[in-house]
């Protein structure tokens, strides 16, 4: 049974700081992984999508890379700001018919001003 | 209304009565999804459907039904339902490429926050 590990809980950092969020997975047989992106009582918004056969994938501010061998993500933050204020998700897709995502608990990231 | 809707977006019901959850996806995926993210616990995968034949369950309690008439609508039928299930849910949508791997990025709607009393 996969199980994915978020370090750390949480996060407080001062605007402007770099920072890296860590995705760790139990079973290296992915199909991809995804980031999210989840502002209180609200849905998840998507950030990065990488599949299993790429290292890394950029938007913006953000990287985030893969190794499947060792079973870790993860998500860099580039020259945060307020808002970037948000719990981060990070979820395992395996394979089968539609994907099934096993999703961590998330940290939860303050940016100060 | 664009990307994946939710209605209502919240709910408060007591144990004997029946509700149930609308999720429409305007994205023209051929793949939906209902999770369940309760406080300080992971989102959990309840529903998997794939062009619109339900594939995955995990091992859901009999009083949430789910129902797929299409590929844009999703439903969550709820009946006596337990103070426990009071959570977020959420629903996703994706593009199942093949059925035989795994389908690409998902894209999830607001949810509907249920309180049961």
């Known amino acids: 049974k996969q199980e994915v590990t978020q370090i750390p809980a949480a996060l407080s950092v001062p605007e402007g700081e770099n920072l890296v969020l860590n995705c760790s997975f139990t079973?290296?047989?992915?199909?991809?992984l995804q980031w999210f992106r989840q502002d209180p009582g609200k849905g998840l918004t998507s950030l990065l999508l990488?599949?299993?056969?790429?290292r890394e994938q950029t938007s913006g501010r953000l990287n985030a890379s893969l190794d499947k061998s060792s079973g870790r993500s993860t998500l860099y933050i580039a020259a945060s700001q307020p808002g970037d204020s948000a719990t981060y998700l990070c979820a395992v897709g395996s394979r089968g018919s539609g994907s099934r995502l096993t999703f961590g608990e998330g940290t939860q990231l303050t940016v100060n001003p | 209304e664009t990307g994946v809707t939710q209605t209502p977006r919240h709910l408060v019901m007591g144990m004997t009565n029946k509700k149930s959850l609308k999720c429409e996806q305007h994205l023209g995926h051929n793949a939906m999804y209902w999770y369940k993210q309760s406080a300080k616990k992971p989102l959990e995968l309840m529903f998997v459907y794939s062009l619109e034949e339900r594939v995955e369950n995990n091992s859901v309690p009999s009083r949430f039904s789910p129902e797929c008439p299409n590929s844009s609508h999703l439903f969550l039928h709820l009946h006596t339902l337990q103070p426990e299930d009071s959570a977020l849910y959420l629903c996703?949508?994706?593009?199942?490429?093949?059925?035989?791997?795994?389908?690409?990025?998902?894209?999830f709607g607001p949810g509907t926050r249920l309180t049961v009393l």
């Open positions: 996703a949508s994706s593009q199942d490429r093949a059925r035989k791997n795994g389908a690409d990025e998902q894209f």
């Open positions: 079973d290296s047989a992915i199909y991809n």
């Open positions: 990488i599949q299993s056969s790429q």
